[in-house]
C-alpha cells in the first residue's frame, strides 16, 4: 500500500462520517494540518498512529489497511453459547462466543468442559432485589481456590475474577441471566442453571 492510497482511506473515512479534519484531528491529538498533510500526501502517519485512525473510524488496524469492512458471518452471536478458556501459566481467562483459537504464553488453549455442581463445589444463589447473591462453599487458600464467578444471559457476561484469601461470592444483575459459571483452579470449569421456579 502506498502513500496515496493511505490517504485516500483516511479522506473517504473521515467524510463518510461527516468529519472535518479538526474533528478528526482533536480526537488524534495532533493539528488539523497535520490531518492535511496525511489527506495530500504530503506526509504519511506511523503505524501506530494508523492504528489510532482505525480505533477513531472504528475498525480493525486490517480493516482500515485493506480499506474494507469486514461483516461477521455469525449472526446469532449468543452469549449462551460462550466458551471459557484459563491459561495454566498465568491464569488469564478468555471467553468467546464460538469455538476459537485461543493462544496464551504460547499455549494453544482448550475450550473447557462444564461440569454439574457437586457437594464438593456447592453454589448458593439468592435473588436479593435485581441482583443474584451467589455464593460458593469452597476453600480460598493459595492453592485451592475459586478463580472466577460468571453471569451469562443471551446478551452479555457479567464476570467477576476471585483471589485466594477472599470469599468466593459475587453479585450480578439478573437482566435474563440464565447461567452461572465458576472455576476451580483444581476441578476444572463449573456451570448451574438459574432455576427461578426456585427464586
Known sequence: ????????????????????????????????????????????????????????????????LSNQIIETTNKQGNCLKAHFYVCPICGNVLWTLSESMVHCHGISLSSLQAQKTNEDHFISIQKIENEYFVSISHEMTKKHYISFIAAVSSNRIQFVKLYPEQNAEAYFKIDGVKFIYFYCNQEGLFKKRIDYTMM
Open 1 to 64: 500500500m502506498n502513500q496515496n492510497q493511505i490517504s485516500e482511506i483516511i479522506r473517504n473515512n473521515r467524510e463518510k462520517r461527516k468529519m472535518t479534519q479538526m474533528d478528526l484531528a482533536k480526537q488524534l491529538y495532533v493539528s488539523d494540518k497535520t490531518i492535511s498533510k496525511w489527506e495530500t500526501s504530503k506526509s504519511c502517519p506511523d503505524l501506530e498512529m494508523m492504528e489510532a485512525i482505525a480505533r477513531v473510524f472504528q475498525m480493525s488496524i486490517f480493516e482500515f
